[in-house]
């Protein structure tokens, strides 16, 4: 863990969480309900592996089932506390992965609930911070509702690679009635995924959870229920 001990880096310690970030997925899991007792869960930046663990917890008792797949640029040894047999992790780049690889994870070869905490290494320099957040957060998208349905929300330059797309039969990874969990740095970007998103899911909403640090600028798109 990093940072200066607060709060929650105290609670993650003493609940045995790998790290304070534990506390935001579960404060979304408390407000949204966003992983269900049998949910295939896909965690994009699962490094060092507290969403792992708050995901497992919530699919229930393992005889319910459900699946935990987590992949990262890092190496991550799946914790043993909260984590059961249900969880697997890929270590590998997100924005190289091909989608089939991805979908090929999960055993109905779609996943009901994707999150991404996924975060650059930080500059401090703002404006570039807030882009490769984008970029990522925008990878999380695609991923989960497949290039075709974005193809309509993008630039006439970008929709020929949209037209190959299709033909590769590039669809998302994520079941209609699916929940996505998107984390961005805060920048103008952040109306562009609302506009995107708010047609896409039944619900869109964003929050700052209150395990973020004070000096962090990162923020939570929250889409709740694709729609068919
Ligand atoms: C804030 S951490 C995630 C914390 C995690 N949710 C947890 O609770 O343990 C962000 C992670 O995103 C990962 N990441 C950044 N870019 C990535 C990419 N292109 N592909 C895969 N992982 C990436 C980083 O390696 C880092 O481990």
Sequence with gaps: M????????????????VAR??????QLQEKYRLI?????????GCAPGAWLQ???QSLGPIQNGGVVVGIDLKKVKVPSDYCDGRVQTVCADVLTLPRDHIRALS???AFTVILSDMCPPVSGIKNKDA????ELGMRALDLAVGRSVLGQ???????ETDESAKTQGDDGILAPGGNLVIKLLESENRQEFNQICKPLFKKASWLRPKAT???SREIYLICQGLRA
């Design 2 to 17: 990093s940072g200066v001990p607060d709060f929650f880096y105290k609670e993650a310690q003493r609940l045995r969480y």
């Design 21 to 26: 970030s534990a506390f935001k997925l579960l």
């Design 36 to 44: 269900k007792q049998g949910s295939a869960v896909l965690d994009l």
């Design 54 to 56: 708050v995901a497992c």
């Design 107 to 109: 055993p109905k070869k």
């Design 131 to 134: 882009a490769l957040s984008a």
């Design 153 to 159: 929300n993008v630039s006439d330059s970008e929709k």
């Design 213 to 215: 640090r004070p000096s």
